[in-house]
């Protein structure tokens, strides 16, 4: 099993129980607390399949800068996540822009990896990471537009809660190219937000994943432990260091 991104929500017991099962994921840092608090849980979890990412997401951009994630994002193996949103978030697309681009240039400057956030903006988004050539993770992509543009650069995509319940993201799982696939949680919080359903703890998220494993390989026309070993090759291939 993989989830290709997480987050935490303050609460590292999940690091620890995704560990004890041999989940291989990135867990998202976004800010310096939640950075140091996966560090430490790393430092005592040294074995662990779990690869952290670090960045300024767009929601975030009125209260931090690049600059004081830079510390974080010259360690973290991949930057992430950053992107522009128009739909959830009043912070204005200007400043928004100012962090997305410092934080794509430092990426390919230091060729690590890039998660990418996009909501209301893709058309921009995509626009704006063709001038910064790179490895691209979309992370819950839900725009019925440019998709056939994203994969002609070096682009994954996952999959996320949604699916089976918006028509664009079972589109997309449908037809994303099994080799360039992924499959997320976004956490905890985000399985309720899209579902409706109770995940508060860790046997709620162990069953919800079990199950969109499961309808994934079903639309794929796979058994789920095929499809569970391609998505863990293409986690690999997505984070391999150049």
Known sequence: MIDSHFHIAGDTGLLTHLAQHHV??????????????IQQWQDNHPAAAITVSAGVHPWDVDRLTPGAMKPFLTQA???????????????????????????LAWARDWHKPVILHTKGAEKEILSTIR??????????????????DYLRLDTYFS????????????????????????????????????????????TDYDRFMTGLLTR??????????????????????FLAKE
């Open 216 to 237: 994934l390989a079903q639309l794929r026309g796979l058994p789920p432990t095929a499809l569970a070993d391609q998505l863990r090759a293409n986690l690999t291939r």
């Open 24 to 37: 291989a994921g990135i867990v998202n840092s976004q800010n310096p607390t939640e950075w140091a608090a």
């Open 77 to 103: 193996p991949v930057i992430g996540e950053i992107g522009l949103d128009t739909a959830w978030t009043k912070n204005p697309l200007s400043q928004q822009r100012v962090a997305f681009v410092q934080q």
């Open 159 to 202: 999959v996320g809660p949604s699916l089976g319940l918006d028509p664009t993201v079972t589109g997309l799982a449908e037809t994303v190219p099994l080799d360039r696939l992924l499959l997320e949680s976004d956490g905890l919080e985000s399985i309720t937000w899209a579902t409706g359903q109770k995940a508060d703890a860790y």
């Open 131 to 148: 001038q910064f050539p790179n490895r691209y993770y979309v992370h819950w992509y839900d725009s019925p537009n440019y998709l056939a």
